[in-house]
């Protein structure tokens, strides 16, 4: 029983971990193709089942919430520039897209002046987000306008990352784990 005990103690770690592995594997396949889809999906069940198991044996650590949301952006970013110029898409969606990323590093760079440590929240919104973002690769390969289902995306990615820059700008201490500003 010990064993298992302290295997569940790390077992949230190790899946953000082999996120961050799987997400560096999917720099070298070909993107859309079966492989890359196998891995991309095993990364995003990763990111599902390791905040669940890290609440359920009550393992949640600032350490872990910090790797957890570097490996989700690591994979957000990943993937983005992989698939990129495979996606037709209008100039405003790009700029759209690279503001958003700008204002994702904008909001984590306030929270580290605040805080001194790397903040990624883990908001309803972000989680929200990061859950329609993993239909990204499907989607590109189901459905041929994209400036639809990325606008919508953008909208999404909008509104969880102007969220995550009023807690920042607003809170007065930090919680990764947040649920956001109209939950309490």
Same mark, same amino acid.
């Given at each position: 029983m010990r064993n298992t005990t302290s295997l569940?103690? !790390?077992?949230?770690?190790? &899946? =953000? =971990? +082999?996120?961050?592995? +799987?997400?560096? =594997? &999917?720099?070298? &396949?070909e993107p859309l193709a079966l492989p890359f889809m196998i891995v991309y999906f095993l990364a995003v069940f990763s990111d599902i089942i390791d905040g669940p198991i890290a609440r359920r044996a009550a393992v949640t650590s600032q350490l872990g919430a910090a790797l957890d949301g570097f490996a989700d952006f690591f994979l957000i970013i990943v993937v983005l520039f992989r698939v990129w110029p495979l996606i037709e898409f209008s100039n405003w969606i790009g700029i759209w897209i690279i503001s958003l990323i700008i204002l994702k590093m904008v909001s984590a760079f306030i929270g580290y002046l605040k805080y001194k440590k790397l903040v990624l929240l883990?908001? !309803?919104?972000?989680?929200f987000f990061v859950l329609v973002l993993s239909t990204f690769p499907v989607l590109e390969v189901l459905i041929d306008n994209s400036n639809i289902w990325l606008a919508v995306f953008c909208i999404i990615g909008s509104l969880a990352i102007l969220e995550d820059i009023l807690i920042n700008l607003t809170s007065k201490q930090l919680d990764l784990d947040i649920k956001g500003l109209f939950f309490k």
């Open positions: 569940m103690k !790390y077992t949230p770690n190790i &899946l =953000s =971990s +082999l996120r961050i592995i +799987l997400t560096i =594997s &999917l720099i070298f &396949l883990h908001t !309803y919104a972000n989680k």
